[in-house]
């Protein structure tokens, strides 16, 4: 029989229902710290008993994402070179619905040992049951009714059960008496009197076992050393508990997270706003910047240390500095993580980054062939205003485009839009005489110009602020000699004076 490992195991084990949640997500990166930290093994298993959640394709796009974001498991599920979903290890199967034999087997070993026992009530009754203990205000449970029943008792209402094409479920019998305490490596000491405990189901009506049961099952045969979960399941770790103990087991170690809430301090939930890790990565969050964010939700290296690489945080990673208060997702630390990481992108890289978001934007055809150095310009110009990739489309759409615009945003400050007419028509003489090398350059554009302001005295602000609107249409952007410069690399001079001409013309 297997015994607990004397290696660091944990896993993550996610229902394939379509998308991964940030909460889910933050438990596996917790597993997965914590694994590689101790030199241990990161298990992925999927647990589908509840077959009316199941979606179609959900395990690749799970296995998908998990890959994007870096965390991929060493044992269980993965997805491989050719993006196909394959297992490794030696503890499989790594899906539930296929080891329903393991499972029918240890519930019939529960209830041959009076562990567990036929439970033959309707979902009326049981209806009835919580409506009656709701309205004397105490807790709804199972009142036992079916563990009295005798042998024959119990054979009658099976074949009742078989005539009519149906099974009975399978309750877990749960000790009348004493008190289980579950040690969490997190909460600490948490006491539980069994009288209060309910009678949980183990095996439903179609055969599939609910989740106590398989969780124990297969927490056990793989091995795993510590669980690591949300802290919604604490209430029911005494019962898997009493499981391990009927079944003769030594249980794994337990540490249970806060929970993630909203500033609003209600639970991070869709009717909020996004929720799925995939939301963010194609809102242009880098999975990095992701990475280092969910660590942080719940966990605190204590130290003034914000930036951290996935390696650093294995580094640093230990239970004991995760908070027992619930963790506040805060959209603007995000984007000020993401900020940095993008920062720290080569211009090339960021380009690279940026295109799918370019496409989508309906600023670039997908197979369209634009200068390279066109394109990196443009992304080393916004790197230190992107907060996500997403919002380069609303950012740079002038760089590719004519901008259209109101003509009264071409007059600077107390200036006229008449004052602003003459001083483009100046420029526009000066940049017909400035070579194209000087062009390429945005420094030495910006030279050319600051020296001419100089020469005739003209106000700085007077000559480059209808300059940039010309340029871009737009109040904030980079400066002109930044902008004429990469529009320049690629869309040439031409470009430049017909944009100059139409502020003119306006």
Same mark, same amino acid.
């Given at each position: 029989m297997a ?5 660091v195991?944990t896993?993550?084990?996610p ?6 949640h ?11 710290l914590?694994?590689k ?6 298990v ?5 008993t ?22 991929v ?6 997805? =491989? ?10 503890? &499989? ?10 499972? !029918? ?8 040992? &009076?562990?567990a026992? *036929?439970?033959?009530?309707?979902? !009326? ?9 709701t ?6 449970? *199972? ?6 029943? =005798? ?6 209402? !099976? ?10 479920v @399978? ?7 004493g ?8 909460f600490?000491n @948490? ?6 405990l ?17 969780v124990v099952?297969?927490?056990? *045969?793989? !091995? ?8 919604e ?15 003769g ?10 929970l993630? $809430?909203n500033?609003?301090?209600?639970k $991070?939930?869709k009717?909020?706003g996004d ?8 809102k ?6 992701l ?19 996935l390696?650093?945080?294995?580094a ?11 963790? @506040?997702?805060?959209?603007n630390? $995000? ?12 211009? =090339?890289e ?5 295109m799918?978001?370019?496409v989508?934007a309906?600023?670039?055809k ?5 200068a390279?150095?066109f394109?990196e310009?443009?992304?080393g110009?916004?790197k230190?205003?992107l ?8 950012r740079?759409?002038y ?5 259209a615009f109101?003509?009264?945003? $071409? ?7 008449a004052?602003a007419?003459i ?13 194209d090398e ?11 110009l ?6 005739q005295?003209f106000?700085v ?8 609107v ?10 002109p000699?930044?902008v004429?410069?990469t ?6 001079k031409?470009?430049i004076? =017909?944009r100059?001409d139409?502020?003119?013309?306006l």
């Amino acid at each position: 029989m297997a015994q607990i490992s004397e290696k660091v195991r944990t896993r993550f084990a996610p229902s394939p229902t379509g998308f991964i949640h940030i909460g889910n997500f933050r438990t596996a990166l917790f597993a997965y710290l914590f694994a590689k930290h101790n030199n241990g093994v990161f298990v992925l298993r999927v647990e589908d008993t509840d077959q009316n959640r199941k979606v179609e394709g959900a395990i690749n796009v799970l296995l998908k994402t998990m890959q994007t974001m870096g965390v991929v498991a060493d044992e269980g599920y993965y997805l =491989s070179e050719k993006n196909k979903v394959e297992d490794r290890g030696n503890f &499989g199967p790594y899906l539930q619905s296929e080891r329903l034999d393991l499972y !029918q087997k240890h519930i019939q070993d529960l209830v041959e040992k &009076g562990s567990a026992y *036929y439970c033959f009530c309707s979902e !009326q009754r049981l209806e009835d049951l919580r409506k009656e203990q709701t309205a004397l205000k105490k807790p709804p449970m *199972y009142d036992k009714l079916c563990r009295g029943l =005798s042998t024959t008792e119990i054979a009658a209402k !099976q074949e009742d059960f078989v005539a009519n094409g149906t099974r009975p479920v @399978v309750r877990f019998a749960i000790p009348p008496e004493g008190v289980t305490t579950v040690q969490d490596l997190i909460f600490g000491n @948490v006491e539980y009197e069994n009288k209060l405990l309910d009678d949980q189901v183990i095996l439903k009506s179609d055969g599939f076992p609910t989740y106590h049961l398989a969780v124990v099952v297969d927490d056990h *045969y793989m !091995q795993i050393t510590h669980v690591i979960r949300g802290d919604e399941w604490i209430p029911s770790t005494p019962k898997h508990l009493l499981l391990y103990k009927a079944f003769g087991w030594e249980p794994p170690a337990f540490a249970h997270v806060p929970l993630i $809430l909203n500033p609003d301090k209600t639970k $991070l939930s869709k009717r909020q706003g996004d929720v799925g890790v995939e939301d963010y990565l194609n809102k242009g969050y880098l999975p990095e910047a992701l990475i280092n964010f969910v660590a942080f939700l719940g966990w605190n290296p204590k130290t003034e240390q914000e930036i951290f690489s996935l390696a650093e945080l294995v580094a640093e990673f230990d239970l004991n500095k995760v908070n027992k208060s619930p963790a @506040v997702f805060d959209i603007n630390k $995000l984007d000020w993580i993401n900020s940095k990481y993008i920062r720290e992108k080569s211009n =090339s890289e960021l380009a690279e980054l940026l295109m799918p978001y370019w496409v989508d934007a309906g600023l670039i055809k997908q197979d369209e062939k634009l200068a390279k150095e066109f394109l990196e310009d443009i992304a080393g110009l916004e790197k230190e205003r992107l907060k996500k990739l997403s919002e380069i489309g609303e950012r740079t759409g002038y760089f590719f485009a004519e901008p259209a615009f109101n003509p009264e945003l $071409l007059a600077w400050k107390k200036s006229t839009l008449a004052d602003a007419r003459i001083k483009l028509s100046r420029v526009k003489d000066l940049l017909s005489t400035i070579p194209d090398e000087t062009f390429a350059n945005a420094k030495l554009l910006q030279d050319a110009l600051m020296a001419y302001i100089t020469e005739q005295g003209f106000d700085v602000g007077a000559v480059l602020w209808p300059l940039r609107v010309a340029l871009t249409g737009q109040q904030f952007s980079p400066g002109p000699a930044e902008v004429a410069s990469t529009i320049f690399v690629g869309l040439g001079k031409e470009e430049i004076i =017909s944009r100059i001409d139409k502020a003119i013309s306006l």
